[in-house]
């Protein structure tokens, strides 16, 4: 029984693991998973899990630092804090011109490029739902590169959900931004 389940956790590793490309080993991808699970652990902790010493821990993360690979976001945590967060579904023409109009808009997340009908899907943020729909507003309808809209608000997340806020009260562009998302609805 207790071999059963070693093949599967080595079949279970192969799958999961990212491949050579990025010059990771077994090893990387254990030093990986241990943080994603606990960001706080300690490098003395990683070492006795994968028989290494405390140093080289500290050398492989520092390599999948530099590689970009161990890559943290602060923001702030959709589960915990009152906003309301915007998935809006684009058909566009132009997707990487649409993505550019929110550069300098203080309630934009993110964007995700798809395969599909709708091939833009943007996150947006606020602490007003008419606010949302400004945004839509301002932004994306009556743009000529988009075709179709369909915005949803996020009820809840499955876990927790890190929106890396745009606002920066350095750039005098998003004072603008922010005048022409009002609620023009
Ligand atoms: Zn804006």
Redesign the pocket.
């Known amino acids: 029984m207790a071999g059963k389940n070693f093949k599967k956790l080595e079949e279970f590793k192969k799958k999961t693991q990212f491949n050579n490309t990025l010059g990771l080993d077994e090893r990387d991808n254990v030093v990986l998973s241990l943080i994603q699970k606990n960001p706080g652990v300690s490098q003395e902790e990683i070492a006795k899990k994968i028989k290494l010493s405390q140093p080289s821990v500290g050398a492989r993360i520092r390599k999948l630092k530099q590689k970009g690979i161990l890559h943290n976001v602060w923001g702030v945590n959709f589960r915990v804090v009152d906003l309301n967060l915007a998935k809006v579904d684009v058909n566009a023409t132009d997707t990487t011109a649409i993505i550019n109009e929110?550069k300098d808009?203080?309630?934009f997340i993110n964007a995700l490029i798809t395969s599909g009908k709708y091939n833009l899907c943007l996150f947006f943020t606020s602490t007003n739902l008419k606010r949302l729909e400004g945004?839509v507003n301002?932004?994306l309808r009556g743009n000529s590169k988009v075709k179709d809209i369909q915005m949803n608000i996020v009820i809840s997340t499955a876990k927790d959900f890190v929106l890396p806020l745009n606002i920066d009260y350095d750039n005098e562009r998003q004072i603008n931004?922010?005048q022409?998302?009002k609620d023009c609805v």
């Open positions: 929110f808009c203080p309630f945004i301002h932004h931004c922010e022409n998302c």
